[in-house]
């Protein structure tokens, strides 16, 4: 898997809402004017929210067969070390959730190491599947040498001398004795050296080819296999971990940045009602209707709501930072995709508890764990059964030289205890099975308490809503009594408190089930699904971006 980066474009997007000014959010409220004090923020569509920027949006270059791109070194815009082997990847400002899924894939490290990892488990085991295959070599030497010695010859000279003269004596009585013979013994002593200087230098080549074939290996090969490609399905299994904790962290933070622009909206909204309030106040004050205590309570209403709108700003600033950093950009993510609630009920848990079953990755990873253990087991038991090898070599030369033969060899003794080898094994395999009844049960208790969590979200939600309706008539009324004198400016800032309350608590409410539903289908080991409940949502909750 192809490393990408995010293109590094040194144009700042504009920060997000929350980094606007007040006119320019003030501008987007004026667009959703329609929504008045008996409209719910529940029934405003999307779409009756005007998008910022809406040309800015770009199409997200994704690479394709048809869409090819050479690969360069890229710099990271968060560390800013170079990554070999990687691509440029343009990413729109403008992202929805299934955008965001798509370059999450393609831009985070975390993947794209476990996608190393896996590759180098299944080189692996590719090397040893032909760690039985014939092995064939060629050897070529080339020599230099020198010799050099000094021999003692006295012992072969006097021999040499006894041999002579032991002849000649023979000799003498078989044929009559010749005068004044000379010592033959002496003369030939004399022609010997009592020691040699033995020297010589020279050059020698040599060339030949050889081949070992083990032809009965016991098992090991297979063992060895086995044990590589089992490992390599556990670091598959740990992928797709990783990538399901990714999906809900891209979801946490993707509808968390909602939920805080949300929040900024309603808080900008409350000062601008405020600001009426207080504006409203000051006129009352100069014309002797409230007193100056209602006139004071009415600026510091306005005060904590300037300041309350300012600290909300800053929250989303920060969760939009938050996305941003996931993606890997180097200007903020405005997210598309509203916070969402179904008013249908969700299926029985028990049909979650099998998807868990079948397609949760842990249980994939203990599967590849008890795989491992099997074929340590089975690598075990061959440890004294024997290794039969065919061997030959033979020279390259003119009259070569040549050996060819089997061999087969056992362990009688010593090295690692066999028994014991087996015991650990045995032990490992019973070990993964255990694991993988305990993180059933884990599972399933976990699917259970995410199910009810996602079905208490929904129901907070809607229980919510007369609350909303509620707040809303209040402020109203109380907005108007204030007008005619028959409320006070501390009673309009109550309805005002409350209404922001409930409107806030209901859009919590939807991201606490947003947030329950990834949990759920992370849970479920199928994150993407997710998807398909979004899309089948009848409950949209506004947003500030679109696409």
Request: net charge negative; hydrophobic share 40%.
């Amino acid at each position: 898997m192809k490393f990408t980066l995010s293109s590094l474009s040194t144009a700042m997007i504009a920060t997000l809402v929350m980094g606007l000014t007040t006119p320019t959010v003030a501008e987007v409220k004026n667009k959703v004017a329609a929504e008045d004090s008996n409209t719910n923020i529940d029934n405003v569509k999307t779409s009756q929210i005007a998008s910022m920027n809406k040309s800015a949006v770009t199409e997200i270059s994704r690479p394709d067969s048809k869409n090819t791109h050479t690969l360069s070194t890229i710099t990271d815009p968060i560390t800013h070390k170079n990554i070999d082997n990687s691509y440029p990847l343009e990413v729109s400002s403008f992202l929805s959730l299934e955008q965001a899924q798509n370059i999450l894939l393609q831009v985070s490290p975390k993947l794209a190491a476990n996608q190393a990892a896996i590759a180098a488990s299944d080189y692996q085991t590719d090397a040893l599947k032909t760690i039985d295959n014939p092995f064939v070599f060629a050897q070529v030497s080339a020599s230099a040498y020198t010799l050099q010695e000094d021999i003692d010859l006295s012992n072969l000279k006097n021999g040499v001398i006894n041999g002579v003269n032991n002849v000649g004596a023979n000799v003498g009585d078989i044929i009559p004795s010749l005068p004044n013979l000379p010592n033959f013994g002496e003369l030939v002593g004399e022609r010997l050296p009592n020691s040699y200087d033995f020297k010589r230098s020279g050059t020698r080549t040599g060339a030949g080819v050889g081949v070992v074939w083990p032809v009965y290996t016991a098992g090991r090969t297979t063992a060895l296999t086995g044990l590589s490609d089992a490992r390599t399905q556990e670091a598959v299994a740990d992928s797709v971990l990783d990538k399901n904790e990714l999906y809900n962290t891209l979801t946490e933070r993707y509808f968390k940045a909602q939920l805080a622009i949300i929040a900024a909206y309603l808080r900008e909204d409350a000062y601008d009602t405020l600001q009426q309030t207080d504006h409203m106040a000051k006129r009352l004050f100069e014309e002797g209707f409230i007193s100056r205590v209602e006139r004071l309570e009415a600026q510091s209403a306005l005060a904590d709501a300037s300041s309350e709108a300012v600290n909300a700003n800053n929250d989303a600033r920060l969760a939009m930072i938050a996305l941003q950093r996931l993606l890997r950009t180097d200007y903020p993510i405005k997210p598309t995709t509203p916070l969402f609630v179904s008013s249908r009920q969700l299926p029985d848990v028990s049909y979650f508890q099998d998807l868990a079953l079948h397609h949760h990755p842990g249980l994939q990873k203990f599967a590849a764990k008890r795989a491992q253990a099997q074929h340590l087991h089975a690598l075990s038991d061959t440890g004294h059964k024997p290794t039969v090898m065919l061997y030959g070599y033979g020279e390259l030369e003119a009259k070569p030289s040549w050996v060819a033969g089997v061999s087969a060899s056992w362990k009688l003794w010593g090295g690692l205890d066999k028994t014991a080898l087996l015991a650990s094994s045995s032990a490992k395999i019973r070990q993964a099975d255990l694991s993988e009844i305990e993180l059933s049960d884990n599972l399933l208790l976990l699917v259970e308490k995410n199910w009810h969590d996602v079905n208490n979200a929904q129901s907070r939600y809607q229980a919510l809503q007369s609350n909303v309706d509620l707040a809303a008539e209040v402020l109203r009324l109380r907005r108007l009594g204030l007008q005619e004198g028959v409320n006070t400016t501390v009673d309009v800032v109550q309805a005002q408190t409350q209404y922001l309350k409930a409107r806030t608590e209901q859009a919590q409410a939807a991201n606490n089930y947003v947030q329950g539903l990834s949990a759920l289908m992370q849970s479920c080991g199928t994150p993407l699904a997710f998807n398909a409940y979004l899309n089948a949502a009848d409950i949209r909750l506004p947003t500030l971006y679109s696409e």
